[in-house]
Each structure stands twice: as C-alpha cells, then as structure tokens.
C-alpha cells in the first residue's frame, strides 16, 4: 500500500524540518500558491472526496465552501485536537512523528478559504506533541513558509497554539470555539453555523487534526489518486485506525479506507490476544455502536459501516474477547460520558447519571427485566439533546441490546454477572 499521513515516519523519534523537505514536504503548499487559485485547492479537496477523520464524516470541501466570500472582516481556521474519546488516540500518533503534514494542510487551507489566522486547539496531555508542534511552526516560519508574504506572494499566514485545560465536550466544535474565546465550552445553538458565525462572530472551519493532515498529499497528486487509495469504490485515501483491547498487537495503523476488521485484527494486529475468541469490537471510538463476529467481513469506510449498524467515527477500534461482560464495558463507557457532560441540558445531564445507574444496577445483581425496557427508551429519550454527546454516549447502550440482549437478562436472571462466576 502507499503511505500517506505515515510517509515520512522515522522509529522513535520524530521527522526533522530538513528530512520532511527533502521528501518533498511543502512542495504542496508552494505548488498551491504558485500554480492554483484558492478555489481550484477547495475544488481539488472537494472533489477527493476526503471527509473528516474526525467522527462524523462529513465532506470536507464541502465544509469549506459553506465559508461566504462576502462577508467583511476576518475569517478563521481552527484545527481540533482535542482528541479525548476512549479508544482513540491517532491524532497524538500522527503529531509525535511529524507535525509538519498538519502545519502544511492547515496553510493549504488558511490558502483556500482566505484565512489570515488559525489555531491548534490541542488537549493538555499532549505536551510532547504541542512542544513539536511550536518547534515546527517556528522553523517554518523561518523558512518563510509561514508568517508575511509566504513563498514571496502576497499571502500571509499565522498559526498559533492553544494548550487547553481539556474536557471531552471541547471536542463540539462550538464546545471548542467558546473555549478558545475564555468561555465556558458549552455547545452553541445552530443555525448560525460556525462557517457563517464562528470564532469572535466571524466565519470559522473547524477540523480535525488527520483530516488537515491529508490535503498536502492531495494537492500534491491529485482528487484521482487519493480517491484511488480506497479499497473499494465509495471510500476516498486512507485512515488511521487505533486498535485497542483483545489484540497481540495494540497499534495505530495507516490503512487504506474500506480494509476490513478481520484483516485489521487478524493481519495488522497479529489476532487475538491469548489465542482468545472475538466476541465484539467498538470500531469508531466510544461513541459507536457493537460490531459482532458476523460483521468481521465489513470494509470499513463510512457507508457500510453505517449500514451494519454503526459508525467509523474516529475508527478508534475496543476489541473485546470472548470472556469480556459487554454490560460491564458499557457502563466504563457510560461513566466517562456522565462525568464528561457539560450539564447545558436536562437529556444528558439528568438522562446519562441515570443510565448509568441502571447499568450498575444490573451488572451488580440488582437488575430488573423492567430495565431494559427503561434503557430502550432513553436511547430514544436522549436523542433529545442539545448536542450529540448524549446520543453519542447512548450508541453503546443501542449496541448492547440490539446484538447482547441475551446477555443483559442473563444478568438479571442468575442476580450477578454470569461471565464472574
């Protein structure tokens, strides 16, 4: 396969500023300014494809062009790197070996949307990647990559770090723009959108840190080629994909979109661990529904992940074993999404202690059949919420009962965890 975001990778240490030129780092950026109007970069990334690596897929040319053209004053680009979900930590990965690919695609962007100015928001654990991060703005900066008059033109841009002080709704993006403005990160209504009204009130994109990592490479070679890197026709370049859990090797890889799970855990991450049996995996970070043995097949891209039930998401892989109790899983996850919302609203603040509750209850022995009824309701009750946290934090709840039903009220029955016996 062809390497994209992990082309440049060196083992235990990360990329130089030299190295990362001489394998034709930047070549993109002064390809855009020189050779391509900030409409042709917008149109080549729209036409590639890329959809945001982030969680919810959404096109990201697409995205861009929602930004007006019209309106007066500044305009804003924010890459989230408030990377926090359980299970996922490719973004980390990525910056430790060679920030550099995320500082180039951000300045594709700031090209293409007319953007003066952008920030990194980057969570506060990664001080190792933000300290990389300064070291490689700096050096481009030098090298007159970034900063006034870019390669010469008339184009200037900036880029500036925000270490937050980090909490799991910052990864919302109007979460994350009220936090860099020095508010409280609560969500923000919609409409206005953040590309018509965003940061200090002006037109703001916010995208993830792989999703800006991946326009170097399709400036450089084309809408075609990345399109071409996919497994199967309706996907588009590669994914990193963070596999933890039941494997021989916990890894974050570089695949092509549309590589199946059991290629993934059976090839890339050397099978099982222990010689263990699968019995189910979270594929797209904790906020994705269960995946069985009968989905091992599924190649994982946006769509037919969907259509089996679940979500790629940030494709942040939890591989549970055969003698893993899938109730006790979903209330660990359960429990982080209570303690992580932000309270604006009744649905997830009242809805996700009460889940949780009910979990313990049942994983405890003191469960109920009746539970289960009350837990199938408010998967639908808190898909009433002012964000998608709490639908979010439901989708393993959803899984559970629609693939482990039998397990849940096996619970029930024998008053304890069976898989504790």
Same mark, same amino acid.
């Given at each position: 396969?062809?390497?994209?975001?992990?082309?440049?990778?060196?083992?235990?240490?990360?990329?130089?500023?030299?190295?990362?030129?001489?394998?034709?780092?930047?070549?993109?950026?002064?390809? +855009?300014?020189?050779?391509?109007?900030?409409?042709?970069?917008?149109?080549?990334?729209?036409?590639?494809?890329? !959809?945001? !690596?982030?969680?919810?897929?959404?096109?990201?040319?697409?995205?861009?062009?929602?930004?007006?053209?019209?309106?007066?004053?500044?305009?804003?680009?924010?890459?989230?790197?408030?990377?926090?979900?359980?299970?996922?930590?490719?973004? !980390?990965?990525?910056?430790?070996?060679?920030?550099?690919?995320?500082?180039?695609?951000?300045?594709? +962007?700031?090209?293409?949307?007319?953007?003066?100015?952008?920030?990194?928001?980057?969570?506060?654990?990664?001080?190792?990647?933000?300290?990389?991060?300064?070291?490689? /703005?700096? #050096?481009?900066?030098?090298?007159?990559?970034?900063?006034?008059?870019?390669?010469?033109?008339?184009?200037?841009?900036?880029?500036?770090?925000?270490?937050?002080?980090?909490?799991? /709704?910052?990864?919302?993006?109007?979460?994350?723009?009220?936090?860099?403005?020095?508010?409280?990160?609560?969500?923000?209504?919609?409409?206005?959108?953040?590309?018509?009204?965003?940061?200090?009130?002006?037109?703001?994109?916010?995208?993830?840190?792989?999703?800006?990592?991946?326009?170097?490479? /399709?400036?450089?070679?084309?809408?075609?080629?990345?399109?071409?890197?996919?497994?199967?026709?309706?996907?588009?370049?590669?994914?990193?994909?963070?596999?933890?859990?039941?494997?021989?090797?916990?890894?974050?890889?570089?695949?092509? @979109?549309?590589?199946?799970?059991?290629?993934?855990?059976?090839?890339?991450?050397?099978?099982?661990?222990?010689?263990?049996?699968?019995?189910?995996?979270?594929?797209?970070? +904790?906020?994705?529904?269960?995946?069985?043995?009968?989905?091992?097949?599924?190649?994982?891209?946006?769509?037919?992940?969907?259509?089996?039930?679940?979500?790629?998401?940030?494709?942040?892989?939890?591989?549970?074993? =055969?003698?893993?109790?899938?109730?006790?899983?979903?209330?660990?996850? /359960?429990?982080?999404?209570?303690? =992580?919302?932000?309270?604006?609203?009744?649905?997830?603040?009242?809805?996700?202690?009460?889940?949780? #509750? @009910?979990?313990?209850?049942?994983?405890?022995?003191?469960?109920?059949? !009746?539970?289960? #009824?009350?837990?199938?309701?408010?998967?639908?009750?808190?898909?009433?919420?002012?964000?998608?946290?709490?639908?979010?934090?439901?989708?393993?709840?959803?899984?559970?009962?629609?693939?482990? =039903?039998?397990?849940?009220?096996?619970? @029930?029955?024998?008053?304890?965890?069976?898989?504790?016996?």
């Amino acid at each position: 396969m062809e390497y994209l975001l992990f082309k440049h990778n060196r083992r235990g240490r990360p990329v130089t500023f030299k190295e990362y030129r001489d394998e034709g780092g930047f070549e993109a950026l002064t390809k +855009a300014i020189t050779k391509m109007t900030p409409d042709e970069v917008q149109q080549t990334v729209m036409d590639s494809g890329l !959809r945001g !690596r982030g969680g919810a897929g959404f096109p990201t040319g697409k995205k861009w062009s929602f930004v007006p053209r019209n309106l007066p004053g500044p305009r804003w680009l924010v890459c989230n790197c408030d990377e926090m979900e359980p299970g996922t930590y490719k973004d !980390r990965v990525l910056l430790e070996h060679n920030p550099y690919l995320l500082i180039e695609g951000m300045a594709l +962007a700031c090209y293409a949307l007319g953007v003066r100015h952008a920030f990194i928001f980057i969570r506060k654990g990664y001080e190792k990647a933000a300290g990389y991060l300064t070291r490689g /703005i700096a #050096e481009a900066k030098e090298a007159g990559l970034l900063g006034e008059k870019v390669l010469g033109s008339e184009i200037s841009i900036d880029l500036d770090l925000h270490l937050s002080a980090g909490r799991y /709704i910052c990864g919302e993006e109007t979460g994350l723009i009220n936090a860099l403005e020095g508010k409280r990160p609560n969500p923000r209504m919609k409409p206005p959108f953040p590309a018509v009204k965003g940061l200090w009130n002006g037109p703001t994109v916010v995208n993830n840190v792989e999703t800006l990592a991946n326009v170097p490479a /399709i400036i450089a070679n084309g809408a075609a080629w990345f399109k071409g890197l996919a497994k199967n026709p309706e996907g588009a370049g590669n994914k990193l994909f963070c596999v933890s859990g039941s494997v021989a090797n916990r890894i974050c890889l570089e695949l092509p @979109i549309g590589t199946t799970l059991r290629e993934i855990i059976d090839v890339h991450c050397g099978g099982m661990r222990d010689g263990k049996k699968f019995k189910a995996c979270i594929p797209g970070g +904790a906020s994705t529904q269960f995946l069985t043995e009968d989905h091992l097949d599924v190649p994982m891209d946006f769509d037919t992940v969907a259509k089996a039930g679940s979500r790629l998401g940030s494709a942040g892989v939890i591989v549970f074993d =055969e003698g893993h109790c899938l109730v006790e899983a979903t209330l660990n996850l /359960i429990t982080f999404f209570a303690r =992580e919302s932000c309270g604006w609203c009744t649905p997830c603040r009242d809805g996700l202690p009460f889940v949780k #509750e @009910i979990l313990q209850r049942i994983e405890t022995g003191g469960g109920e059949e !009746r539970d289960i #009824e009350i837990l199938r309701e408010h998967i639908k009750y808190l898909n009433y919420s002012f964000c998608a946290l709490a639908p979010g934090a439901m989708a393993p709840v959803e899984g559970l009962l629609r693939s482990f =039903e039998d397990e849940v009220r096996e619970h @029930i029955l024998k008053g304890k965890c069976p898989l504790k016996d």
